[in-house]
């Protein structure tokens, strides 16, 4: 499908795209994915297997709410299979990248807002928004909108629960920028029931950060993180991903 750009996507108060468009403009992607290739590879897995985990059956259409720079949409692709994804953003710079790099015919690039997909309801099985919800103003609304669309959603979201997520997007210059921000789950499950729908699964997850040095990223992935996401607790506040599966009540 040919990208219309020339159209600007209903945008809410809070929404942050502008930094994004900025550094895809300067790199052709996000930075995330190559500042630390080790970190960022082992981090990436990790979120990837939330993915695998949490994606319903029967999951051959789908969208990709807020796909961005198009790394995550295409390891979805490989991941689970689907016969089609939809990938939209409002990020006219990081979809135009996307579409020039990667060209599987399964994925359709398009440049839309969470608030308005244009597609009607029931159009896909299911739904993506993976760490999108956080650099939204109205993350119930997205919400809503992805559960219209989709009667399964998967979300996977920094977790609230951390005490060094809040920190660091408090007092890291870069985490500001981005507008960083880590919802707690209760917030996140009071919008998907108020969107009209019900968490049927959910995890907690991931400790290796996408900045860190490749020998304690390999660390911390190989022996201490599989042993915190063993412990319910020190899992719940510990890890810094929340993810789960709703389905429309």
């Known amino acids: 499908m040919k990208l219309d750009t020339k159209t600007l996507p209903p945008l809410h108060a809070g929404d942050v795209v502008t930094p994004f468009e900025e550094q895809v403009k300067e790199a052709g992607r996000y930075h995330y994915h190559s500042r630390s290739p080790v970190a960022s590879e082992l981090a ?46 409002p990020a006219k710079a990081a979809v135009e990248s996307a579409e020039k790099r990667i060209t599987d015919p399964r994925i359709t690039w398009q440049y839309a807002s969470c608030y308005q997909i244009p ?58 920028h981005f507008g960083e ?11 998907v029931r108020a969107g009209g729908g019900r968490i049927v699964r959910s995890e907690y997850g991931r400790l290796v950060s996408h900045h860190w040095p490749a020998g304690l990223a390999s660390a911390v992935d190989r022996f201490l993180q599989p042993a915190v996401e063993a412990v319910p607790l020190a899992r719940n506040v510990l890890c810094s991903e929340y993810a789960f599966l709703a389905e429309r009540a």
């Open 119 to 176: 597609y009607p309801d029931d159009r896909f099985d299911v739904a993506l928004l993976m760490g999108v919800l956080h650099h939204v103003g109205d993350p119930a609304a997205a919400i809503a909108e992805a559960l219209r669309v989709a009667p399964r959603v998967v979300v996977v979201e920094p977790n609230g629960y951390n005490p060094g997520l809040m920190l660091v997007n408090e007092f890291v210059p870069s985490a500001r």
């Open 181 to 191: 921000k880590a919802y707690m789950p209760r917030s996140l499950r009071a919008w």
């Open 44 to 89: 990436q897995k990790r979120l990837m297997a939330f993915v695998k985990n949490l994606w319903p059956v029967p999951g051959r259409r789908a969208i990709d709410i807020g796909c961005g720079d198009g790394e995550c949409t295409a390891r979805v692709l490989s991941l689970v299979n689907p016969d089609e994804i939809v990938a939209i953003d």
